[in-house]
């Protein structure tokens, strides 16, 4: 019964909240990491969750209870990073009442997340965009402070403006089609694919999504929430939310309702290449080693994009591979930027050096997550990266292809030059009491580096279980 990924978080809030927040304070961590390892264990052990019959959940919701491999791709992202951000936050965030808070704001979103994964029709998509940007605004500046809620604000702001064109978009489409499920908007599109109203509705659809994805230049709100907003929001924000919110949903509006179009895919090409190369270059100039992460995540979301304009099963295989793959070391970036902002409170990269000396667990998987974004063999990174070149430069865009190749030395030199400013080198005068950040960090982090290596290693089990039978859909 694939809805009760949304029915689940739903009643763990309300059990949260039931019985006051004092008498359930203790058990947040605990009831909302469970939430997260459940729905792990459904993606991997139990092939017949996936298939049955939700009944009157089913009939009341419009859902359907079968669940493809693009779905489950990201039914196994989502809680994935879910959990990191819960571990990551019980050691950064003090008091147990703000934690509370938190792990009930962490829950939602992870319900909105899996609603929009499960929705087949634009409107449920939009209510459950709408419950997971909610969520958002109000982690974005759970830290309270001046940044922080001026990150919010932008994200606020620019998803209003994001969700104004969303709703136009569905409205158009209901005038054509006559409803909002993807079979029936599918047929009209391509019975009238030259109507006035139905191109209107693409190209709104697509600019609302660009802005929820951080794409270039819709950008302006996410090096601020990103690099502002408390450092296990930014795990949560950056592994996963943009994805699911804006590049999840385009991927799935494109391979399932919108089709293949040579206008669609010529701004796809055009964004994603755009994403690529500002993102990286912007990346390179930065010292605060958490807004260097937000553009670094602008050019690699602009290579998903690369890959979904290809429209090749390769591309488009790569691009499903790349955002599961960047939701995992990205979320382990993000980690990292955690345990050093809480070990030596700063995040300006020109006052940090040495130390790995004195923390040889962040060091190390920090290298390892660089590797993986650089697209270095053999971690997962470069068989996502590979697919995608090739899938574009087979789709006949060449020049794309080798944009791609080059935009990937420029990840390689960010990353090292952030490596060398915080990790190699000798120690910084002041860091000499310096340890290593506490196990609800560096736990996470390791097995986050050992699934990115594990990942490049076990690429064709990988290809075979969940990527290839994406062709499925197509």
Same mark, same amino acid.
């Given at each position: ?7 689940g ?7 949260l ?20 390892? !459940?729905?792990?264990a459904?993606?991997l052990a139990f092939?017949g969750f996936?298939t049955?019959? !939700? ?8 859902w359907d ?6 779905a ?17 936050g019980?050691?950064?965030?003090g008091g ?5 808070l938190?792990a009930?704001?962490?829950i ?6 899996n ?9 449920t ?13 109000i982690?974005?500046?759970f830290?309270?402070?001046r940044?922080?809620?001026?990150g919010a604000?932008k994200?606020l702001?620019?998803s209003s403006v ?9 409205g158009l489409?209901i ?11 599918s047929?009209?599109?391509?019975s009238?694919?030259n109507h006035?109203?139905a191109q209107?509705?693409?190209?709104l659809?697509?600019a609302g ?5 951080g794409?270039?230049p819709?950008?302006?709100w996410?090096?601020g929430a990103?690099s502002e907003?408390p450092s296990?929001v ?5 592994g996963?939310?943009t ?5 999840y949903?385009?991927?799935?509006l494109?391979?399932?309702v919108?089709?293949?179009?040579p206008?669609?895919?010529?701004l796809?090409l055009?964004f994603?290449a755009?994403?690529i190369?500002?993102g990286?270059?912007a990346a390179l ?6 807004r260097?992460?937000a ?15 290809g429209g090749t099963e390769?591309?488009?295989?790569g691009?499903?591979?790349h955002l ?11 980690v ?7 070990q030596t409170k700063t995040r300006?990269m020109?006052r940090?050096?040495?130390l790995?000396?004195r ?5 190390t998987?920090?290298?390892i ?7 270095i063999p053999p971690?997962?990174?470069f068989?996502?990266k590979l697919?995608?070149i090739?899938?574009?430069?087979k789709a ?9 190749i080059?935009?990937s030395l420029l990840?390689l ?7 060398r400013?915080m990790?190699?080198g ?5 860091f000499?009491d310096l ?5 609800w960090i ?9 699934l990115?290596?594990g990942?490049g ?5 990988l ?6 039978p ?5």
């Amino acid at each position: 019964m694939p809805i009760t990924l949304v029915v689940g978080p739903l009643l763990g809030v309300l059990i949260l909240n039931l019985f006051g927040k004092k008498a359930m304070n203790g058990l947040a961590f605990t009831l909302a990491c469970a939430i997260a390892i !459940a729905q792990m264990a459904l993606v991997l052990a139990f092939p017949g969750f996936w298939t049955a019959d !939700a009944g009157f959940l089913t009939e009341i919701f419009g859902w359907d209870a079968g669940v493809d491999s693009l779905a489950k791709v990201m039914f196994l992202a989502i809680p994935l990073v879910t959990a990191t951000a819960l571990m990551v936050g019980r050691q950064v965030i003090g008091g147990a009442d703000r934690f509370f808070l938190f792990a009930n704001l962490t829950i939602l979103a992870m319900a909105g997340m899996n609603g929009i994964v499960l929705a087949n029709d634009l409107f449920t998509i939009y209510v459950f965009l709408e419950v997971t940007a909610v969520a958002s605004y109000i982690l974005i500046s759970f830290g309270r402070g001046r940044d922080a809620l001026e990150g919010a604000f932008k994200y606020l702001l620019l998803s209003s403006v994001a969700t104004a064109m969303l709703l136009t978009a569905i409205g158009l489409m209901i005038s054509i089609a006559g409803g909002t499920s993807f079979a029936l908007i599918s047929d009209a599109l391509k019975s009238q694919p030259n109507h006035l109203y139905a191109q209107l509705s693409l190209a709104l659809f697509v600019a609302g999504l660009f802005i929820k994805s951080g794409l270039v230049p819709f950008h302006g709100w996410l090096p601020g929430a990103y690099s502002e907003a408390p450092s296990p929001v930014s795990v949560l924000l950056a592994g996963i939310i943009t994805k699911t919110t804006g590049v999840y949903t385009l991927v799935r509006l494109v391979i399932t309702v919108f089709g293949p179009h040579p206008t669609t895919q010529g701004l796809l090409l055009a964004f994603g290449a755009i994403s690529i190369v500002v993102g990286a270059i912007a990346a390179l100039t930065q010292n605060d080693f958490k807004r260097m992460l937000a553009y670094s995540s602008i050019s690699q979301v602009g290579y998903i994009i690369l890959g979904l304009g290809g429209g090749t099963e390769i591309a488009i295989a790569g691009a499903v591979l790349h955002l599961f793959n960047h939701a995992v070391f990205k979320t382990l970036l993000f980690v990292n930027a955690s345990a050093v902002e809480q070990q030596t409170k700063t995040r300006d990269m020109n006052r940090l050096g040495g130390l790995s000396n004195r923390m040889p667990v962040t060091g190390t998987t920090s290298t390892i997550a660089f590797l993986s974004t650089a697209g270095i063999p053999p971690f997962s990174g470069f068989w996502s990266k590979l697919l995608i070149i090739v899938g574009v430069w087979k789709a006949g865009f060449p020049g794309y292809a080798i944009l791609g190749i080059a935009a990937s030395l420029l990840t390689l030199a960010y990353f090292l030059a952030m490596q060398r400013k915080m990790f190699f080198g000798k120690l910084m005068i002041g860091f000499e009491d310096l340890k290593e950040a506490g196990a609800w960090i560096t736990i996470p982090a390791i097995l986050l580096a050992a699934l990115t290596f594990g990942l490049g290693v076990a690429a064709p089990w990988l290809f075979e279980t969940f990527i290839i039978p994406i062709r499925s859909i197509l």
